[in-house]
């Protein structure tokens, strides 16, 4: 964000700001050959730099049009977009790069997966079918000189002093174990009805966001096999062992990404506990040995938390374009 | 529906109703073995027959619960769930069997599906990451007496002359053609502005639903396996050839269903045409040969159609029981 | 729907179908004076009639594009909207007279109210602030010869033997009485866990639909002041006397509409239970003499009828075009 | 949100990390006489503090479970709600207050506005209607000792040197002016295609958190008579002369509300430039002299700003909590 800004009598100024054109929906065909690829993007652009006189003047000199940054982001497009984070840092050097006034920003996408079809045997060359499964994420957040913290991307592609931070992630990837997971041992109070247990089912959506160091900060680097190894991981730690806490899953999942990814400074990670209760089948006359449940929406239990690495400091400028993570 | 019931001295009347407990989120786990299976169902249960006591004189004597209906959906459920379709047969001749007004009703469910997460290169035994694709859905309707229209599934288990009608189905499968699609040819008018193309994206949601018959209407059917194959129809004719008009493409993804499943009587299809528009890319010395994309949300194509049998008649029970079909 | 159109060999057919664009979003904006109105809709139009070559042969010669459609619906706009219904009166009477196959459709739309914003104690004369109560709903059906059933709107505009139903309608009508309600009286068997009371919450999302006739069928016919009258009858009704179900409350709602509107034909309600849950605090040592509550989000009862009168045929064509009733 | 705790050999630790229960649906009804009141709340329970050992080793002995918080949440329900942000307070009082490990949190509520209906010309006593214009937020947030930034709420009812934090909000008032709005005098680059305007339709919802300070965070604050006034000053302003950019509207409402609440620090402002198309009828011989308009759904605008007061300080801690805001 940037600082405070050109004041007036009152006292009242313009503190951080940012705009820009949110969700774009781009689709990149790739058809060189017979078999077409495809990227399917929602894609964030917003600018952060010294926008004060429109907000105190009403003059738009600065303003480069919300209308603009999608005009670029489908022109950027025609080039090719290859991984989410490597077409936002594209982005965001132009639009850091082009404009003087323009200190900074963030850039955001979604990737949308998609699967050939497999028709009389074969994945077919240019029919698809869309993974519903995870969306994956990516983020690009540029601070300009003075924006202070010590980043994680050295001095970018734009120019001057300014830091890139690289975070990629996913969400909405649901998964469930029917049993080695429990809930025991925890503190009582006046309000406490609880009961413990050692054997239940543990549901939750996995939101991750993790980021990158080093290597990790360039337009170079192979986003793609990285996130296919995170989404990986994370899939394998959560199936094992015993679940003692939710919170033990989750940080033994984050741990097990940072230990395999040097490049990775940070993870954090949001988990709902979707609670399937057991249902009483007794006034019914039947036992319920845990088979049978019901998958509760709300209220739900909600768990979050980073894994860092010891001495690595959290660049806050990161971390606050994520929106709904601690 | 049920017939027009107990009048009032103003000639206003009750017609036709139904009533129950929606969305019931039952989860099932089969812990038989050390490889549990899961069956995660939403399911909701509709009662027709006399009510008319509850509508005019706020009677209750006739109203089974839904809480009931609720109750009953879990306890059934202990001793397995097997296909959407069977469990909602056994809902649908218990309520029918069990209370001499109910004549006859509604019951759906959405099946959500499950994989087994890969953990060190097996699948996982009690582990599982949820498939987002599409949603399966099934759909059992009871005529009761004087229902009328012959119906498709003979007199079912429930007793007396009842029909019972079993519809499966699936929504959200989201597919895509890079090429091979176009539309040309069609009228033009006053307000027709849009250019006729040979090569453009071909982008939809199938839902479908198909009317078993004969065989197909017994709890003892393989619904499983015949869903597998429908899905895969569905998907395969989906990639064949070129699509003159999205009407063509469903017809002949019915058409394929149709053609090598004699236990379905129709198929109906809704598929919007989920426009994405080639962006001009050409003010900024651009060409864009049909690569890049603009997604659009709103509004969009919609194409309905039933694929049917001739002199194979349509239940019109069957079918008012689905929501927006055409 | 058609009929059933043009055969192969397989004996598998062309059943019903239609085609349109959906969910225009059409704004109109009438400035003749400084104080401006505004109309804010959601139009749906689809069309019935001989599309056989577009989807047996990929002939287009009959699909009057998609695009087309959502033309006209702009290009109407321009001499205003009026009321949703007389709109779509407007809309199907050109489809239907302006091409020789299109014997009927189904034109639907959403209307966003907008109220006024009120600054320095007026209502603003170009600001508005919008209300997120209730949407409301229109839908014209148009029956083309051979339709069969007699319809409720006579000969139409389009021309021939056409029949037009007009239906009107509301949803997320949002409405809860913190007494006056109770559930008594019902059968109990092996699966009734369900204790009696005559002090709950009864909470509810009204849908409603109801058909006009004779002068209701005439874009001529005075929609928006029927709609404000049925609207206020419905909330009225709902604040009346005990209810002993919410079956009783659904039909003394409908009941009133018929009384006052004779140019209802009849009118169907869609009405969950929202389950409002008194939680039991004696755990903490508290009371809860029904003042708190768990507001449940799955599942819901849901209570659906049809509120009739005596003698006059329901047209299954318009029924049937409204989704998701009973 | 804490420090990094309790390490292992590897040098990955715990960083910031919160859990709690999450979307408690709480009613309240207040029926002392018969004129009922209700009190509508989506409430949010995180706790902050040492809970290492849950991650790190399975031990949950400082795991206040989210169910005790969802009883909490009911049992204090019990004595009345009253404003969101009082009630917030209670609660965070209450957990901060009874276990030594927990040194702050997040404690979060969306209120439902319900009206009272009118029937037979008067608000009825115990039916209401839900009122779907807004919804109020509410948010407060505890640092503990060491959390290091002076926050604005000083010492809390808690105890200790924990710092409160209160913000009040809304979201999801959409509101359009259908003139005295314009976008003109903005830089052009090779992408730039956008024709200026003087007259253009402005729309957006708004969505505000404002953090209030000495007086305002202190539970027997006026916190409902505050919102009434700052929501009416967000709208008044909204209507006020002429728009020369989203960025000036905005700022002009932030900075009413800071001139007329001495006891508001800050307020940030988020809202979308919700695009209205003049649609090109000239092809079907029409003028459109900013008459219909279609209404865009994606991409959009987003504009965001926080308009402070000059040497006030703004607290992380507070920002942080509130996602989705720059």
Redesign the interface.
């Known amino acids: 964000?940037t600082e405070?800004q050109s004041?007036?009598a009152?006292?009242?100024?313009?503190?951080?700001?940012?705009?820009?054109?949110?969700?774009?929906?781009?689709?990149?065909?790739?058809?060189d050959t017979a078999r077409?690829e495809?990227d399917?993007l929602n894609v964030?652009s917003?600018l952060r730099g010294d926008?004060s006189a429109?907000?105190?003047?009403?003059?738009?000199?600065?303003?480069?049009?919300?209308?603009?940054q999608?005009?670029?982001i489908?022109?950027f497009?025609?080039d090719g977009i290859g991984s989410p984070e490597a077409f936002l840092l594209r982005l965001a050097d132009h639009f850091t790069g082009?404009?003087d006034w323009v200190t900074g920003g963030r850039w955001e996408a979604e990737k949308f997966a998609?699967q050939r079809?497999?028709?009389?045997g074969e994945p077919?060359d240019?029919?698809?079918?869309?993974?519903?499964?995870?969306v994956r994420t990516a983020l690009v957040v540029v601070e300009g000189a003075g924006g202070g913290v010590g980043g994680t991307g050295g001095t970018g592609g734009g120019g001057g002093d300014r830091t890139r931070h690289v975070l990629a992630g996913l969400k909405?990837?649901?998964?469930?174990?029917?049993?080695?997971s429990g809930?025991?041992?925890?503190?009582?109070?006046?309000?406490?009805?609880?009961p413990e247990t050692r054997d239940r089912?543990l549901a939750t959506d996995v939101s991750a966001r993790w980021l990158y160091r080093g290597a990790g900060v360039d337009a170079g680097f192979d986003y793609d096999a990285a996130y296919d190894s995170v989404r990986g991981l994370l899939?394998?730690t959560?199936?094992?062992g015993y679940?003692?806490?939710l919170?033990?899953t989750?940080?033994d999942m984050g741990?097990r990404v940072?230990?395999r990814h040097d490049e990775i400074a940070?993870i954090?990670l949001s988990m709902?506990?979707k609670h399937?209760f057991v249902?009483d089948?007794s006034?019914?006359?039947?036992d319920?040995?845990?088979?049978?449940?019901?998958?509760?929406?709300?209220?739900?239990?909600?768990?979050?938390?980073?894994?860092?690495?010891?001495?690595v400091d959290?660049p806050?400028a990161a971390w606050?374009a994520v929106?709904?993570f601690?």
């Not at 079809?117 to 009389?120: E, G, P, Q, Y």
């Not at 006034?283 to 039947?286: A, D, H, S, T, V």
């Open positions: 964000m405070q004041s007036a009152s006292g009242i100024v313009l503190g951080a700001n940012q705009y820009g054109k949110a969700e774009v929906r781009v689709v990149k065909v790739t058809r077409h495809i399917d964030t917003q926008f429109a907000h105190l003047a009403g003059d738009n000199a600065h303003v480069v049009p919300t209308d603009t999608k005009n670029t489908f022109a497009a025609r082009s404009f998609w079809i497999v028709a009389h077919h240019h029919s698809f079918v869309r993974s519903g499964q995870e909405e990837l649901t998964v469930l174990k029917t049993t080695e809930f025991e041992g925890y503190p009582r109070d006046r309000y406490t009805t609880l089912i899939l394998e959560f199936t094992e679940s003692a806490a919170q033990t989750l940080f741990r940072l230990e940070e954090r709902p506990n399937h249902v089948l006034p019914f006359g039947l319920n040995p845990n088979e049978v449940f019901y998958a509760a929406d709300r209220p739900y239990g909600l768990i979050e938390a980073a894994v860092v690495r010891e001495g959290s806050a606050e929106a709904g601690c």
